[in-house]
């Protein structure tokens, strides 16, 4: 009998681990992280200020999906290249010099780059919520020749407490820099 208590012990034991461990991974579907390749070159490279000026936002665009809760005020420069992210290409072509500006349609909760990606250095607010245009922003300037790959991700914006779909969405290409 003392021998079924201490089965029946381990059994309880493992199920409990079991539990922790599937809470901390389904704790972890709402978290973002970094997605992407590449290297930023060199020791660090600063990044670049969009023309407009940053102010800590509301959070206004964490609500529509954005990673980031800056608000741009003015308005950026033009971009020499940009890229909708619902209609998004194998390849994107650019030259060096060039603005690149990806737009993610509002409606998931998007993650993207965060830091300078091979030869595209990447202008803060990385992810910021542009209303004017329902969607989230991340702008590149082309700093050399070359390709990099660029990675997002879009999950869906779920109210706390409520049943969510859990399903990642990857929208990945390639920015090449002649």
Same mark, same amino acid.
């Given at each position: 009998?003392?021998?079924?208590?201490?089965?029946?012990?381990?059994?309880? %034991?493992?199920?409990?681990? $079991?539990? $922790?461990?599937?809470?901390?991974?389904?704790?972890?579907?709402?978290?973002?992280?970094?997605?992407? #390749?590449?290297?930023?070159?060199?020791?660090?490279?600063? #990044?670049?200020?969009?023309?407009?000026?940053?102010?800590?936002?509301?959070?206004?665009?964490?609500?529509?999906?954005?990673?980031?809760? #800056?608000?741009?005020?003015?308005?950026?420069?033009?971009?020499?290249?940009?890229?909708?992210?619902?209609?998004?290409?194998?390849?994107?072509?650019?030259?060096?010099?060039?603005?690149?500006?990806? +737009?993610?349609? %509002?409606?998931?909760?998007?993650?993207?780059?965060?830091?300078?990606?091979?030869?595209?250095?990447?202008?803060?607010?990385?992810?910021?919520?542009?209303?004017?245009?329902?969607?989230?922003?991340?702008?590149?300037?082309?700093?050399?020749?070359?390709?990099?790959?660029?990675? %997002? #991700?879009?999950?869906?914006?779920?109210?706390?407490?409520?049943?969510?779909?859990?399903?990642?969405?990857?929208?990945? %290409?390639?920015? +090449?820099?002649?």
């Amino acid at each position: 009998m003392n021998k079924h208590q201490r089965k029946g012990f381990s059994w309880r %034991f493992a199920a409990i681990l $079991f539990s $922790f461990g599937l809470l901390f991974v389904l704790a972890a579907c709402g978290s973002t992280t970094s997605s992407g #390749t590449g290297s930023s070159g060199g020791g660090g490279v600063p #990044t670049v200020q969009p023309s407009p000026t940053s102010v800590n936002g509301s959070g206004s665009g964490i609500s529509n999906g954005c990673p980031s809760t #800056t608000a741009v005020t003015g308005t950026p420069a033009k971009a020499n290249v940009t890229v909708q992210g619902n209609t998004v290409k194998d390849t994107v072509t650019a030259h060096s010099g060039d603005i690149i500006q990806v +737009d993610m349609p %509002f409606g998931q909760k998007w993650n993207g780059p965060t830091a300078s990606l091979g030869v595209l250095q990447l202008q803060d607010p990385a992810g910021y919520a542009v209303q004017s245009d329902h969607a989230c922003v991340w702008r590149f300037q082309a700093k050399a020749t070359g390709s990099t790959l660029l990675v %997002f #991700t879009g999950r869906a914006i779920c109210a706390p407490g409520k049943m969510c779909p859990l399903y990642v969405q990857s929208v990945s %290409f390639t920015v +090449d820099v002649k």
